[in-house]
């Protein structure tokens, strides 16, 4: 006991190396509270499969808590794997979107994801900051969500787009994160986490009137495997828009790294995908590093870096005095630095012709949106 006391007054490596281990074990420690906290909470990890506030508490605390930047990595490499299915690739080359404003383009999803899935966080945040539950918000929420999902099936319903594609497109939203977790997070997803997002996505898709659902996540993970299996295969415009996307993602990074940053792309995708993208397969080396500087990061997290106090909130908490919503940051540059009008979000060209309802069901697409679904189907 006196030698460690002593080492301690003498400032020696001994003083450094217990701070540093109890540290450790302190970090580690508020880690985990928040998910032992829910898991002792919710034993029986079905129950959000049963209870979709459950489900909108637990998927707030696993996307602004837990893992708020690789979960929203994870979105957007499920959206890039979209871009392998030549049916999808053909829409997006064709709506010219991604040539004019890919960034736009990207936002305007973002968002539109965002306003509909935000709104348990945004109460939770604003109750933090403010002491109080705001009654009008929380409805507000509530409209958001649904004006962003009216928006998001009149935008949908101008264009032919397959139901399977659809049900694809929902079934790497409701997968791609836990998997992405799993390989390169500090901690694994839980039963009850994947149960979560299986059971508030499949809401989603439910509101976007998309068919044939799957009951449990194994069957959905069964059908999305076949239906990569059959469907993504080399077109020219899957290229297209997976260039345009990784130029976007690349733009943050100085331009001798592109190469590089090409080449780590290809190392997180599967052959299959490669050969759909026509991506050559990075070198060897490439793939290691990659993989260790994900797994080194995902331990500097477990050990050094405490949770957060605040949840993680991108959307404004509420409108400013133009009605608007300004984020909380950009990614990019800025593509609404003054706000947006949920109702405004998506291609210029629907700027502002959202049939806005306020109706739970939400669905009511103009005729011309209904001609183009009937079309789709
Ligand atoms: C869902 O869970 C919440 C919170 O535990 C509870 O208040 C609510 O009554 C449950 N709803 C249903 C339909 O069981
Ligand atoms: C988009 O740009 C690419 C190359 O920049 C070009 O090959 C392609 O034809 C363009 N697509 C459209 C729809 O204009
Ligand atoms: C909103 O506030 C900003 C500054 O905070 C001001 O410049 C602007 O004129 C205001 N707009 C309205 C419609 O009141």
């Not at 409701?174 to 977790?181: C, D, N, Q, T, V």
Request: aromatic share 12%.
């Amino acid at each position: 006991m006196s030698f460690i006391l002593n080492a301690l007054q003498r400032h020696s490596p001994i003083n450094y190396g217990i701070a540093l281990v109890a540290y450790m074990a302190v970090v580690r420690f508020f880690r985990y509270r928040r998910i032992n906290a829910l898991l002792k909470k919710y034993p029986d990890p079905t129950l959000p499969l049963r209870n979709l506030t459950v489900a909108k508490e637990i998927f707030s605390t696993f996307n602004d808590y837990e893992f708020p930047y690789l979960n929203v990595v994870s979105l957007e490499f499920a959206l890039f794997k979209t871009y392998a299915i030549p049916s999808i690739s053909k829409i997006l080359a064709a709506s010219r979107e991604f040539n004019n404003s890919c960034l736009k383009r990207t936002d305007d999803t973002v968002f539109i994801l965002l306003e509909m899935n935000e709104g348990f966080s945004r109460n939770l945040k604003r109750t933090m900051v403010e002491g109080k539950v705001d009654a009008d918000e929380v409805l507000n929420d509530e409209k958001r969500a649904e004006i962003a999902i009216d928006r998001l099936n009149y935008i949908h319903g101008h264009y032919a787009i397959k139901q399977e594609d659809y049900l694809y497109t929902l079934a790497l939203f409701m997968l791609e994160p836990p998997s992405f977790i799993d390989q390169f997070e500090w901690r694994k997803s839980t039963e009850l986490e994947q149960n979560a997002l299986f059971a508030l996505w499949t809401e989603q898709g439910k509101a976007m009137n998309i068919q044939n659902i799957p009951e449990t996540k194994e069957e959905m993970e069964a059908w999305a495997e076949e239906y990569e299996s059959k469907y993504a295969v080399h077109a020219p415009t899957n290229g297209i828009i997976a260039d345009a996307t990784i130029a976007l993602l690349l733009s943050l990074a100085p331009s001798f790294t592109h190469g590089f940053g090409v080449q780590a792309v290809s190392a997180l995708l599967t052959p299959r995908l490669r050969a759909a993208f026509n991506i050559p397969p990075p070198p060897r080396g490439v793939t290691t590093l990659v993989r260790a500087t994900i797994r080194a990061r995902a331990l500097f997290i477990r050990y050094f870096m405490l949770p957060r106090r605040l949840p993680h909130v991108r959307t404004a908490l509420r409108a400013n005095n133009e009605s608007k919503y300004v984020p909380s940051y950009h990614k990019y540059k800025p593509v609404y630095p003054d706000g947006y009008r949920i109702e405004d979000l998506g291609p210029t060209k629907y700027l502002g012709k959202c049939p806005v309802s306020f109706h739970p069901s939400g669905i009511t697409p103009s005729s011309s949106a209904k001609d183009a679904e009937t079309k789709a189907l």
